[in-house]
């Protein structure tokens, strides 16, 4: 059986004169890029690099929007209602798709950030206003979310298609939701452990819980977070385990 899988990774999370992440050799072996829109991360200077980084590389493009939230870097829960979800998530596709349009180019994807996906991947009622901005942005795009989440499920009922994304560097609870960030353990740091789990997910279906339960699971998309440390290590080592093992990366719909 022949393994296709996206590889993601979220980038343009510099701004200003702060630099975070290796965008530009990230970029070399990633299929899509999820670019930060400004609330949590990124600029409009950062924005447009990245978007032309990318498409030199020949990368898809997705806009990756997060709650107002630079100094939490957007991982910090904050209540906002169904509305103002909407709102602030049509407001920043349409930044990325200023830049996009720019190089004749439509945006690829969308992927929430951060607490803004947490929160959709449970919560039904915000899962919902992200998948109708997203639908009533460009009903072509490709809502990328938590598998098994509300947001999947919430993506598929207003009519988008959908890409269930699994994580190379984070640890699971035992329902399929990830390990909170407060804890200890939710971060996988042991690139063996990393790719012992990817592969697990990939060619099994399956993921094993912090707990020890396995839980099935659908992998379409896998993500690498661009400002791990350890980032460029993960992408180039996963590439490699793709060669190895016969795992083919593309972008959704290359497929």
Do not use: W
Not at 67 to 74: Q, S, W
Not at 154 to 174: H, I, M, P, S
Not at 200 to 208: E, I, P, Y
């Amino acid at each position: 059986m022949k393994h296709v899988i996206d590889l993601n990774c979220d980038l343009g999370e510099s701004f200003g004169h702060y630099k975070l992440g290796e965008d530009e050799q990230v970029l070399n072996d990633i299929t899509s890029a999820n670019i930060a829109c400004g609330f949590h991360a990124g600029d409009y200077n950062v924005m447009h690099r990245t978007v032309k980084l990318a498409l030199e590389k020949e990368v898809a493009i997705g806009a990756h929007p997060g709650l107002p939230d630079l100094a939490g870097f957007g991982r910090r829960y904050m209540e906002f209602s169904p509305q103002e979800v909407f709102n602030m998530v049509v407001y920043q596709m349409n930044a990325l798709n200023g830049f996009t349009s720019l190089y004749g180019v439509p945006i690829h994807h969308i992927k929430p950030h951060g607490a803004l996906y947490n929160i959709a991947a449970s919560n039904y009622s915000i899962a919902e206003a992200v998948a109708k901005a997203v639908i009533k942005t460009d009903k072509q795009l490709i809502l990328y979310g938590l598998a098994n989440s509300e947001l999947i499920k919430a993506g598929k009922e207003v009519g988008l298609k959908t890409a269930e994304e699994v994580f190379a560097d984070r640890t699971y609870k035992e329902d399929g939701t990830l390990t909170p960030r407060t804890k200890e353990n939710a971060l996988i740091h042991d690139t063996d452990q990393a790719v012992a789990q990817v592969l697990q997910m990939v060619k099994q279906g399956t993921v094993t819980s912090t707990n020890g339960t396995e839980v099935a699971i659908q992998a379409d998309t896998l993500c690498v977070h661009g400002d791990s440390p350890q980032a460029l290590q993960f992408v180039k080592t996963i590439r490699e385990l793709f060669k190895n093992e016969g795992i083919e990366a593309k972008a959704i719909g290359n497929y």
